[in-house]
């Protein structure tokens, strides 16, 4: 069983940065591809971004390209988003979860709680 836990979430200014970790216990974080979905009030839940397992290759959201950045540690079972340029509609819950590499929900077998980003305009 993996269990994920997101910290780093926060409130920042329009064009401001945040780092968000997604720390991964149980199950080593390299036998799965890992994501980043994001949720507004109202909204349905949104790709952002993954990750393969061993390649590191990244598969991003458009409207993000460009700005965020994920990446993975796998000797610490941890994966980031580093997020640059901000903007008030990135304000949402950022979710980190592990599955098969796609940018599809469904795909995605393990979640974690989420942590709050607000973005000020």
């Known amino acids: 069983q993996v269990q994920l836990v997101e910290s780093g979430g926060g409130l920042v200014q329009a064009g401001g940065s945040l780092r968000l970790s997604c720390a991964a216990s149980g199950r080593i974080v390299i036998n799965y591809a890992m994501g980043w979905f994001r949720q507004a009030p109202g909204k349905e839940s949104e790709f952002v971004a993954a990750i393969r397992r061993r390649s590191g290759t990244t598969y991003y959201a458009d409207s993000v390209k460009g700005r965020f950045t994920i990446s993975r540690d796998n000797a610490k079972n941890t994966v980031y988003l580093q997020m640059n340029s901000l903007k008030p509609e990135d304000t949402a819950v950022y979710y980190c979860?592990?599955?098969?590499?796609?940018?599809?929900?469904?795909?995605?077998?393990?979640w974690g709680p989420g942590t709050q980003v607000t973005v000020s305009s």
């Open positions: 979860a592990a599955g098969d590499y796609s940018s599809s929900y469904s795909t995605y077998d393990y």
